[in-house]
């Protein structure tokens, strides 16, 4: 609600007598905009002569009628309606209307309405000024608004915020001051928006606009560049740690959760900074190495911040240099015969202390760079695409290792294989599987496939229905890290998947953190009730294993078990225990 209009504000028309009266009047009469007064039944008392000009109506055919003979049939009865719902909790209003010209035609024009009360709050008069608008200026310069606003966000686009960028270089170059670049990437955005879609991924991002806006001053430019991608530009810093400081209160910020749709959902950031003129004194340059900062803010594990210093272009170049080198592996991907290698973690029943089965985990030696961990190389697989073709590799050479299990007597093991979204998108995956199973004489049973929560709600016909056929072909499957997605336990009653495995993360804390307990005990629970068996994965003490068995756990895995070991290790396991048993 505006505050009260004071009450020595003179009532229209104007006491012409009055200094000040006078002046106004001159005001009212010799405005540009159209102006229109009611008194408090609604009903026009004085027009100006820019609005007889722009209605085509003498005063003395409007005075005593009702604004309402001015409209034209675009003006539908809910605009009206909002309207006056806006007049009563705002005491004015603002907006675009087509009004209808005496002579018949409609024209657009803008419209401001403000209500004036008496002294006991009364509603005396509406003022309403109206600003003739050519309709071809409106939708050109809405056009001219479009191309340098996001309009999801209404922040600065890409377009704009490199332009902008570039002016405040100049200035800073001219002035001898120092900018900050900051590039803001929203951690875990690309799982909300493939989990729960793209109206409650807008909504997040509007939120963190305005979160983002609220963290910096008026004169900092705040944009977003891309999908989950912001900037913010200090255009005038002291020193480097007026830019962390910043960069902190961003992260402060952003960290509460968002309440969306009935989802609490969390979208940190990970904050790349680069500095005027130290990083680059051109936006490309300035964009490139936030960039490369940025990344390594994800690296170094989400919601954090980093500046960035020449060191990371060597990683940058490191990086390009693995991917190389794995392109080469897998250009010579044979049989048996390659820089990669599968081993086995045993999966074991926690009531029976039963083995039930062995996750296949891929493994990369390479001769330059030697044993590289499957997190780094496998992003780097998923990010180039040749995921594909290892991914399918990994298929085919666990098949191959069931088949020798099976000629070396260790038949009853079932062998979990992950696959990564970019298969299961892919129409071949089917045939392939069919394909490996036949050639090594396996029957469905022999394998199961883990997919990971977000994997699984991508794309969810196609998704759905490739799994339906792998289900209905007789193959298991388990959705893998299960809880850092926002899949609903809902929507996964409507996948055929028979087990779900517990992500390391929950475990790790199970003992220590009451969220994690609780996590760990609804999810169990409701899994349970879904009919889907329960695999905690990164058990690693006793005490976590009494913890899950406890609540019903129906298979672990983990180090308290084993480490994943190579083909003769594994083997040399199975027998071990086969002969403990017997
Ligand atoms: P994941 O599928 O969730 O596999 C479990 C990971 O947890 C494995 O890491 C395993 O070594 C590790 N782990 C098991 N028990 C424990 C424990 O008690 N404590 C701790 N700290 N860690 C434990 P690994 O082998 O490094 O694999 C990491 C991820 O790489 C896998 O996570 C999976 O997402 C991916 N990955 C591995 N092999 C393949 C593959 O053949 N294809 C695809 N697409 N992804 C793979
Ligand atoms: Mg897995
Ligand atoms: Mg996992």
Redesign the pocket.
């Known amino acids: 609600m505006l505050p009260a209009i004071p009450t020595d504000v003179p009532t229209v028309p104007p006491d012409r007598n009055s200094p000040s009266g006078a002046v106004l009047l001159r005001a009212f009469l010799q405005s540009h905009d159209g102006i229109l007064v009611t008194d408090s039944q609604n009903l026009i008392i004085a027009v100006n002569d820019a609005f007889t000009r722009l209605s085509g109506y003498w005063p003395d055919e409007l005075i005593g009628s009702d604004p309402r003979m001015l409209a034209s049939d675009r003006t539908t009865p809910e605009s009206r309606a909002s309207i006056w719902l806006a007049l009563d909790n705002r005491e004015h209003w603002e907006g675009e209307i087509w009004n209808r010209h005496k002579d018949g035609t409609i024209y657009p024009c803008r419209l401001r309405i403000a209500v004036l009360r008496d002294e006991k709050g009364r509603i005396q008069n509406h003022v309403a000024n109206f600003t003739p608008a050519d309709a071809d200026h409106e939708a050109a310069d809405r056009l001219a608004y479009l191309a340098y606003h996001d309009p999801l966000t209404n922040l600065p686009n890409r377009l704009a915020f490199e332009s902008q960028l570039e002016q405040a270089l100049l200035s800073c170059a001219r002035d001898n001051r120092h900018l900050a670049l900051m590039l803001i990437d929203l951690d875990n955005f690309k799982n909300i928006n493939d989990t729960l879609g793209h109206q409650v991924g807008d909504q997040l991002l509007q939120n963190v606009a305005q979160r983002l806006r609220e963290c910096v001053r008026a004169s900092d430019l705040v944009a977003r560049i891309g999908g989950d991608e912001f900037v913010v530009v200090l255009p005038e810093i002291e020193s480097p740690l007026t830019a962390a400081r910043v960069a902190s209160k961003i992260q402060n910020n952003l960290v509460e959760g968002y309440r969306i749709a009935d989802h609490l959902l969390y979208a940190t950031p990970s904050i790349g900074i680069s500095l005027y003129p130290l990083d680059g004194n051109d936006p490309s340059t300035m964009l490139r190495n936030a960039d490369t900062a940025m990344y390594y803010a994800k690296g170094a594990g989400r919601n954090n911040h980093q500046f960035y210093t020449a060191r990371m272009n060597e990683a940058a170049g490191e990086r390009l240099h693995m991917e190389n080198e794995l392109r080469l592996a897998i250009a010579s991907i044979a049989p048996g015969a390659s820089e990669f290698s599968l081993?086995f973690?045993p999966q074991i029943e926690t009531a029976s202390g039963r083995v039930l089965g062995l996750?296949?985990?891929?493994r990369w030696t390479s001769p330059k760079l030697g044993r590289i961990?499957?997190?780094r190389f496998?992003a780097i697989a998923e990010e180039t695409g040749l995921?594909q073709p290892l991914?399918d590799w990994?298929i085919w050479e666990t098949c191959r290792q069931i088949r020798r299990m099976k000629q070396l007597g260790i038949t009853d093991v079932r062998v979990a294989?992950?696959?990564?979204a970019q298969q299961l998108r892919h129409d071949n995956l089917l045939l392939l599987v069919r394909g490996a199973l036949s050639c090594y004489d396996l029957s469905p049973e022999d394998i199961e496939l883990?997919v990971?929560e977000s994997t699984a709600m991508e794309h969810p016909e196609t998704t759905l229905s490739t799994l339906d056929q792998l289900s209905a072909m007789g193959i298991v499957l388990a959705i893998?890290?299960f809880g850092t997605g926002y899949s609903s336990l809902a929507y996964l009653k409507h996948l055929p998947i028979q087990r779900l495995k517990l992500d390391?993360s929950f475990v790790t804390d199970i003992e220590t953190d009451p969220n994690d307990a609780a996590i760990c005990t609804a999810t169990i629970a409701l899994g349970h009730s879904l009919g889907l068996e329960l695999v905690a994965?990164?058990?690693?003490t006793e005490n976590q294993r009494n913890f899950l068995a406890q609540l019903g756990c129906d298979t672990l895995?983990?180090?308290?078990y084993s480490?994943?070991m190579s083909f003769d290790e594994t083997v040399a396991y199975l027998r071990a225990y086969r002969a403990a048993r017997s």
């Open positions: 081993h973690q996750e296949a985990l891929l961990s499957p997190t496998i995921i991914g990994v294989i992950n696959i990564s883990e990971t893998d890290d390391r994965e990164g058990v690693e895995q983990g180090y308290l480490q994943p």
